[in-house]
Nanobody, 119 residues
Framework: QVQLVESGGGLVQPGGSLRLSCDAS????????IGWFRQAPGKEREGVSCISSSDGSTSVKGRFTASRDNAKDTVYLQMNSLKPEDTAVYYC????????????????WGQGTQVTVSS
């Protein structure tokens, strides 16, 4: 069974940093692009950073950067200078090879991890 699992969410103060991880079970992430998306209450899901299988990263939100460690079969989302408006559930999603950061292009989705930015 193909699964993506996000981890690393939690409560962080404004201005702080957090790193999320995305791990796969049932398949290898080597040949997949990974997109990071988020959804805040009452808002549509949006892309924040996406990375191709060849490690080319596309950052939609400038403070957020996706990276990957193929040896660990893990993709990360580094989030810096966090703001209260970054509070959301963060999801990783997979599609073959090329990152587009368009929600409808992604085939597999994780369950999400909550990130709360508050003092």
């Amino acid at each position: 069974q193909v699964q993506l699992v996000e981890s690393g969410g939690g409560l962080v103060q404004p201005g702080g940093s957090l790193r999320l991880s995305c791990d796969a079970s049932g398949f290898s992430l080597d040949y997949y692009a990974i997109g990071w998306f988020r959804q805040a209450p009452g808002k549509e899901r949006e892309g924040v950073s996406c990375i191709s299988s060849s490690d080319g990263s596309t950052s939609v939100k400038g403070r957020f950067t996706a990276s990957r460690d193929n040896a660990k079969d893990t993709v990360y989302l580094q989030m810096n200078s966090l703001k209260p408006e970054d509070t959301a559930v963060y999801y990783c999603a997979a599609r073959p090879r090329i990152a587009t950061c368009r929600i409808n292009d992604y085939d597999y989705w994780g369950q999400g991890t909550q990130v709360t930015v508050s003092s």
